[in-house]
């Protein structure tokens, strides 16, 4: 079963508009969320986190939103811009402090 | 710091052959995680070690290994290769626990 769902396979944004990727999670144990890029041929590199004890964490131009009772979470990036092309995957830590990954919602910045 | 290191960046084997890749983390973490990643698929988690002992495991076949040496450094054995075995490897590296940092992958090609 999947515990990281992430239900969009792919989203198209207008360049300089806000994109907003979204995460579903399961388990209500998990307590440490974090937000990857990545680029093809290419490991993930980590954007944004945010504990379970806020609700919303910002940086930049990128800004995670965390819902513990719907057990939702997103990641808005405002202004969208051509470099933000990429597979994002939402992660939760577990208990065992091990990442279980969303499959990723592929973004695409059109110009 | 120096980012992680992975090495080889690609490879070609024969279905049947074993091959090793092999992962330096980020001086100081001394947990290194695994993933294999193919065409259209999010991050499959391989296994995790910390401070030399396997820590957590995914639900892969015994054909895949690994090891982590006292420097932190760590190993990936695959032995009798199969095609569907053709994927990037990724090494993750992780003070402790929350955000991993991933090396750049090994390209592997079974033919």
């Known amino acids: 079963d999947q515990q990281v769902k992430q239900n969009s396979p792919s989203l198209s944004v207008q360049e300089g508009r806000i994109s907003i990727l979204n995460c579903d999670y399961t388990n209500s144990m998990f307590d440490y969320f974090l937000w990857y890029k990545k680029y093809p041929a290419e490991g993930p590199t980590f954007l944004i986190s945010i504990s379970s004890i806020k609700d919303k964490n910002e940086d930049g131009r990128f800004t995670v939103f965390l819902n513990k009772s719907a057990k939702h979470l997103s990641l808005h990036i405002v202004p969208s811009q051509p470099g933000d092309s990429a597979v994002y995957f939402c992660a939760a830590e577990d208990s065992n402090y091990q990442l279980i990954w969303g499959a990723g919602t592929k973004l695409i910045i059109k110009p | 710091k120096a980012g992680v290191t992975q090495t080889p960046r690609y490879l070609i084997k024969t279905r049947g052959q074993q091959v090793t890749l092999s992962c330096s983390p980020i001086s100081g973490h001394r947990s290194v995680s695994w993933y294999q990643q193919t065409p259209g698929q999010g991050l499959q988690f391989l296994f995790e070690y910390f401070s030399e002992t396997q820590r957590n495991k995914g639900n892969f076949p015994g054909r895949f290994s690994g090891r982590q040496f006292s420097n932190s450094r760590s190993e990936m054995n695959v032995s009798t290769l199969e095609l569907g075995d053709s994927a990037l490897y990724l090494c993750?590296?992780?003070?402790?626990?929350?955000?991993?940092?991933f090396g750049p992958g090994t390209r592997l090609t079974v033919t």
């Open positions: 993750a590296s992780s003070p402790q626990q929350h955000e991993q940092y």
